[in-house]
């Protein structure tokens, strides 16, 4: 387990990138979590260093990429509890975790590396409401199960649904955040699973597209081979 240090100097323009972005999202938060958040990126940096957990390196660029976001999705994901499946170093759950009280959260990953760094950042960051799971989604029960599971570029949308169907609530939603809108990937999505929802998101600081798809169980399916589409 790598050391880390007790208390985190933030550089100033670190916190300059973060508020500017959370009011280009019209988003406002206490200081102590903007510190935080802005303490999970120092330590991501440091173990990135090490263990090559993400691509980004730069650390403006980790806040933008990785903290903007995630924030980004914050308005969809509000509710009691949160399973995030292929968190990898914790995006976009453990940010979410560190600004909405969700009373249960999972962060999934098959990584070992991903997995011993998030349990340092709960150590670090005290969030006792956060569990880490290393392991395959399809292997997980919950008992009760989640009203939300999500997913950022974690899989195909079929095999999204098909690998957590058994932590979902029945009245329960998939979020799945995309780049370009996947029509093709709604189309193979089983007959029994609907797009209750699509929002197109603005992500300051991102280029390209960002969709976030609500899924829902459809209460009548339809026939076998009929579209999944709203």
């Not at 499946?85 to 940010?95: A, F, N």
């Amino acid at each position: 387990m790598m050391a880390t240090p007790k208390t985190v100097d933030i550089p100033q323009p670190w916190r300059e990138r973060l508020r500017a972005r959370l009011g280009e999202l019209q988003l406002s938060l206490p200081p102590d979590i903007e510190q935080q958040l802005l303490e999970y990126i120092a330590l991501l940096l440091q173990w990135n260093a090490a263990y090559n957990l993400t691509a980004v390196r730069e650390p403006l660029a980790m806040i933008d990429r990785h903290l903007v976001d995630s924030l980004a999705i914050l308005p969809y994901a509000q509710g009691e509890d949160l399973a995030d499946i292929g968190t990898g170093p914790g995006i976009p759950g453990l940010v979410l975790a560190l600004v909405h009280p969700y009373r249960r959260v999972w962060l999934v990953d098959s990584n070992g590396k991903k997995a011993r760094f998030l349990r340092e950042c709960l150590r670090r960051l005290a969030m006792p409401a956060v569990v880490v799971h290393e392991a395959r989604a399809e292997s997980l029960s919950a008992e009760p199960r989640f009203d939300q599971v999500i997913s950022r570029a974690y899989a195909e949308l079929a095999d999204f649904v098909a690998s957590t169907r058994q932590i979902l609530a029945p009245q329960g939603r998939w979020l799945a955040f995309k780049g370009k809108y996947p029509d093709a990937e709604i189309a193979r999505l089983p007959a029994d699973i609907e797009v209750s929802a699509v929002h197109r998101l603005t992500v300051p600081g991102a280029d390209g597209e960002r969709h976030l798809l609500e899924l829902r169980r459809r209460p009548n399916p339809a026939p076998e081979g009929q579209s999944a589409g709203p």
